[in-house]
């Protein structure tokens, strides 16, 4: 798996908010922070621990990192196709 850059993530941040501006070094760093994860998280399919490996953190943090920052990695894990039930 290849490893995250923060760099795409944050040029393209700032590129869009147009620097910190209102928003404040906090919120542009939280920003930041959500870009990388979703990313490692797109990039293992909602894999929070190969994620967490990508970015070099641990599955916890990981873990406490997505909670705080509200993302739903569910929706990044590949579906399961579900037998059909058999009608006797």
């Given amino acids: 798996m290849n490893t995250v850059e923060s760099a795409d993530c944050a040029e393209a941040r700032a590129a869009e908010q147009g620097g910190a501006g209102a928003h404040g070094l906090i919120e542009v760093l939280e920003g930041i922070e959500r870009d990388l ?19 070099g953190i641990t599955e916890r943090f990981m873990g406490l990192r997505v909670k705080r920052l509200g993302i739903d990695w569910r929706g990044l894990r590949p579906r399961r196709n579900k037998p059909a039930a058999h009608i006797v």
């Fill in 37 to 55: 994860i979703l990313a490692a998280l797109k990039e293992s399919h909602g894999n929070k621990a190969k994620a967490a490996r990508a970015l």
